[in-house]
């Protein structure tokens, strides 16, 4: 399937009213995505796009909010450095300044994306000449792009459902058509080379479960609404968890995994 294909597909549960600018936000984007590449793929944009739609229905929040955040959160074209990378270094020293970068560049590609996230829904408005992008929504996409990487960093997203719910949507990515890719990634590394692909996938699904749990740490232990000891806080997101889990089990022979 193409990619304006998987956009459309993404966008199908919704009416006329949330696709059209939707689609228009894809297609204006699509050049600031191959631009940003270098942090994550075009398709990241779309399967975050497909489970942020999911999301906003089954919560109830705003596909316009979800959506344009799904298509302009990674838009800046700052260097990635995962975590994943940090923990594959072999010096210690080397390793300490891998994570400072790290962090640096988060939050360089947070706050670049976030403003070029709102340069993109005015382009929408103005080739249209109608607001498809109401200032309300711009300035909701905005705040959710500012921090959307926040925990990554150790900080905890504010108390409001739709900064949750993108969350969920962003992570997503990486048990969905994201865990091939980071596998391969990690092959890469010469610590792991000694691992057959079986142990490299079921380390790679361990630590993203460990990943999820890790995140739940950065709200209070006395705080309700988060499902499976996970940060997710909604049982459709945690739903969609748990079936990639399911299917990337099956995929890598990794047996039943709860
Ligand atoms: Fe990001
Ligand atoms: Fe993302």
Redesign the pocket.
């Known amino acids: 399937m193409n990619l304006l294909d998987m956009v459309d597909e993404a966008l199908s549960p919704v009416g006329e009213a949330f696709r059209n600018p939707l689609r228009l936000l894809f297609l204006i984007a699509f050049d600031r995505l191959k631009v940003a590449e270098v942090?994550?793929p075009v398709i990241?944009?779309v399967v975050?796009l497909r489970h942020a739609i999911l999301l906003a229905l089954a919560e109830d929040l705003s596909p316009l909010v979800l959506g344009g955040a799904?298509l302009t959160?990674?838009s800046a074209p700052v260097e990635k450095v995962r975590t994943a990378d940090v923990e594959a270094q072999i010096d210690q020293g080397a390793a300490q300044r891998l994570e400072r970068r790290r962090v640096q560049c988060r939050i360089l590609h947070m706050r670049e994306g976030a403003a070029m996230g709102m340069r993109l829904m005015a382009y929408v408005n103005q080739v249209t000449d109608n607001e498809l992008f109401s200032r309300d929504v711009v300035e909701r996409v905005f705040s959710i792009n500012c921090v959307?990487?926040d925990p990554t960093i150790g900080h905890p997203l504010p108390d409001e459902p739709d900064y949750h719910a993108f969350r969920a949507a962003?992570?997503l990515?990486q048990l969905a058509e994201g865990f091939s890719l980071d596998l391969e990634r990690n092959r890469s590394h010469a610590r792991w080379a000694q691992l057959s692909e079986h142990d490299l996938a079921a380390k790679h699904l361990a630590d993203l479960k460990r990943n999820y749990a890790a995140e739940r740490q950065l709200y209070p232990a006395t705080a309700s609404g988060f499902f499976g000891s996970t940060m997710l806080r909604s049982s459709a997101a945690f739903r969609l968890y748990s079936e990639l889990v399911q299917k990337r089990s099956i995929e890598y022979g990794l047996g039943t995994v709860a």
């Open positions: 942090g994550n990241h944009h975050v799904a959160h990674d959307h990487d962003d992570r990515w």
